[in-house]
């Protein structure tokens, strides 16, 4: 017979499972787009595709950080979107709590690239960095490539 | 005067280069020849290669998870079509001082680490990617002897899975090769992957 404790442990062990892993969680194309593309708010939305392996990535994603801190969330929304290996989840969720990140972050279960970097943005070659915007259902920046942080301030200014 | 003739097809070269420069190459544009070191420290250009019908050129790297993904995948492009005159030739655009990983030493380690089959060469001054339109590494430009010119026929990747080799479904350059070899159009000339981004000098 397993003892309380037993018990408690395994009740809490699987909160604290839960909590870890929803802090990166899988997203659809779709459901990405339902987040961002909304034509009904003003909040202007940054989708970031980054990877952990991906140098320059990493070292813009401070920048966002900040850009998160600094802005309410109903005025702006950051999302860091992971294209790691679906098979490298773990690494995910381990870079997000080492680095302690804040901004919403996910990882992109859309299947073959080939079909949907186009439904993102059709100038998009699929080389990340790549940062989009939204405001009020319309995709109001594009840029695939490393962003500075006065760069990403600016834009963020002027697009908010 | 042939310092002159010289100077007049180096002006050609140059217009040339800055005028396809824009956005890179789309198929069925004529590629510009280039000759590059290769790991061996030999010079490489594809028209050395007189028996070919065309080339697999794959803009790629050392440092980038996506490009070793597809490390052994290029080496079977180019022991299953070298030999029917679609030779593989590995161009490495990085700028080594912002990924050492991509140096020329590297370079030559990993080629014999991975026991590479093809040149794999240095474009030291980006030239040939930043003609090409390379974006990212891997890409790939499958290139079609007509004549003496080389015309593009595909762009993009080399499948639809880079993750798991075993789960890929579309082996877009394959099927680009094999029409191109059969004498038929190519059907998929265009594909998008995810990728990392050349690196290009500051």
Redesign the interface.
């Known amino acids: 017979m397993p003892s309380f404790y037993t018990y408690a442990f395994l009740i809490l062990s699987f909160f604290l499972t839960a909590t870890k892993a929803d802090r990166v969680n899988t997203i659809t194309l779709e459901q990405l787009q339902s987040k961002t593309i909304k034509p009904e708010t003003n909040t202007l939305y940054v989708i970031n595709f980054w990877a952990t392996w991906c140098k320059p990535c990493v070292e813009e994603l401070p920048y966002f950080e900040t850009a998160g801190k600094k802005y309410p969330a109903e005025e702006v929304k950051i999302l860091l979107v992971s294209l790691d290996f679906p098979s490298e989840r773990e690494k995910v969720i381990k870079f997000v709590e080492k680095k302690n990140l804040q901004n919403e972050v996910y990882m992109l279960n859309a299947g073959n690239p080939n079909t949907w970097i186009d439904k993102i943005e059709p100038n998009w070659d699929g080389a990340i960095p790549a940062t989009l915007m939204y405001k009020a259902g319309s995709k109001i920046f594009f840029k695939e490539g490393d962003l500075t942080a006065a760069e990403l301030d600016s834009i963020i200014q002027t697009k908010k | 005067m042939k310092k002159r003739s010289f100077l007049w097809a180096a002006a050609l070269l140059f217009f040339c280069v800055s005028f396809t420069n824009e956005g890179g190459y789309k198929v069925g544009d004529k590629a510009l020849d280039f000759k590059l070191k290769n790991i061996d420290e030999k010079m490489v250009s594809p028209l050395d290669y007189r028996d070919a019908k065309g080339y697999i050129v794959v803009f790629t790297c050392n440092h980038?998870?996506f490009a070793v993904k597809y490390e052994d995948r290029i080496n079977d492009l180019n022991k299953k079509y070298a030999k029917s005159g679609y030779p593989v030739i590995a161009v490495n655009p990085n700028d080594p001082v912002q990924?050492p990983e991509d140096d020329f030493a590297n370079m030559k380690k990993r080629a014999k680490e991975k026991g590479f089959t093809f040149p794999y060469l240095v474009d030291e001054s980006q030239q040939i990617a930043m003609t090409y339109g390379a974006?990212?590494t891997p890409h790939v430009f499958v290139l079609q002897k007509v004549n003496n010119d080389l015309v593009v026929r595909y762009i993009?990747?080399v499948d639809?899975?880079?993750?798991?080799p075993s789960a890929v479904?579309?082996k877009?350059v394959e099927q680009a090769v094999d029409a191109l070899l059969a004498g038929k159009e190519v059907k998929t000339t265009t594909?998008?992957?995810?990728?990392?981004?050349?690196?290009w000098k500051k």
Do not use: F, H, L, Q
Not at chain 2, 160 to 164: E, M, P
Not at chain 2, 191 to 199: D, E, L, Q, R, S
């Open positions: 980038c998870p990924y974006s990212k993009g990747a639809d899975n880079t993750d798991d479904k579309e877009y594909t998008k992957a995810i990728g990392c981004g050349i690196k």
